[in-house]
């Protein structure tokens, strides 16, 4: 219901009225919609192949990514109450155990991890939904003839990279993005 409609179209009483009981069972389960949505969000999380730790922090990072990635295109409506919550119950908290023992293996002190390990999720999870929502997508031609009015002497580069957008690669931009987040986090300790 929630990946159908939205959480605009979400509401206890629709869900309560879907599956046959009263809207009071649903809150007493649950105690509130907001931890229903917490425990949507980390069941959807649930549905996705997690890595488990390696000896390959690098690969660990990919692999966890990649998951967030898939969960945002298989729930795009959902997806941002990833945001909402510092976690979301034991599948996230499986996936930043695999990331802090990454960056734990990166060599980075704890300081470190808990920073970089947030960030790295600040990144991806704002990646997959912006990717999810179309923003990383090549440029259609309404979008080109917008960039086209520009002016040449403020917006330069904007201009000339009108082209690279026109054939904007979405799986070639990911594999960028978290490759040059996995080279900073190495960097540090080099």
Same mark, same amino acid.
């Given at each position: 219901?929630?990946?159908?409609?939205?959480?605009?179209?979400?509401?206890?009483?629709?869900? /309560?009225?879907?599956?046959?009981?009263?809207?009071?069972?649903? $809150?007493?389960?649950?105690?509130?919609?907001?931890?229903?949505?917490?425990?949507?969000?980390?069941?959807?999380?649930?549905?996705?192949?997690?890595?488990?730790?390696?000896?390959?922090?690098?690969?660990?990072?990919?692999?966890?990514?990649?998951?967030?990635?898939?969960?945002?295109?298989?729930?795009?409506?959902?997806?941002?109450?990833?945001?909402?919550?510092?976690?979301?119950?034991?599948?996230?908290?499986?996936?930043?155990?695999v990331v802090y023992r990454a960056l734990q293996s990166a060599g980075l002190?704890?300081?470190?991890? /808990?920073?970089?390990?947030?960030?790295?999720?600040?990144?991806?999870?704002?990646?997959?939904?912006?990717?999810?929502?179309?923003?990383?997508?090549p440029i259609s031609p309404d979008d080109e003839a917008e960039l086209r009015? $520009?002016d040449p002497l403020a917006c330069p580069v904007t201009l000339a990279l009108?082209? /690279?957008?026109?054939? $904007?690669?979405?799986?070639? /931009?990911?594999?960028?993005?978290?490759?040059?987040?996995?080279?900073?986090?190495?960097?540090?300790?080099?």
């Amino acid at each position: 219901m929630l990946s159908r409609d939205g959480e605009i179209g979400f509401s206890i009483r629709k869900l /309560a009225q879907r599956i046959g009981v009263d809207p009071m069972t649903v $809150l007493h389960h649950f105690g509130s919609k907001d931890e229903l949505l917490r425990r949507i969000a980390d069941r959807a999380l649930a549905t996705v192949e997690l890595p488990l730790t390696s000896t390959d922090w690098q690969a660990d990072l990919r692999k966890v990514a990649e998951a967030y990635r898939n969960l945002a295109h298989r729930h795009p409506r959902l997806f941002h109450l990833h945001f909402r919550y510092h976690t979301t119950g034991p599948a996230d908290h499986a996936s930043s155990e695999v990331v802090y023992r990454a960056l734990q293996s990166a060599g980075l002190t704890d300081a470190e991890v /808990a920073g970089l390990g947030l960030a790295f999720y600040a990144f991806i999870l704002g990646y997959s939904l912006a990717e999810a929502e179309g923003l990383l997508r090549p440029i259609s031609p309404d979008d080109e003839a917008e960039l086209r009015t $520009l002016d040449p002497l403020a917006c330069p580069v904007t201009l000339a990279l009108i082209p /690279a957008f026109k054939g $904007l690669d979405r799986n070639a /931009a990911f594999d960028m993005s978290v490759n040059a987040f996995i080279e900073g986090v190495a960097r540090r300790n080099a």
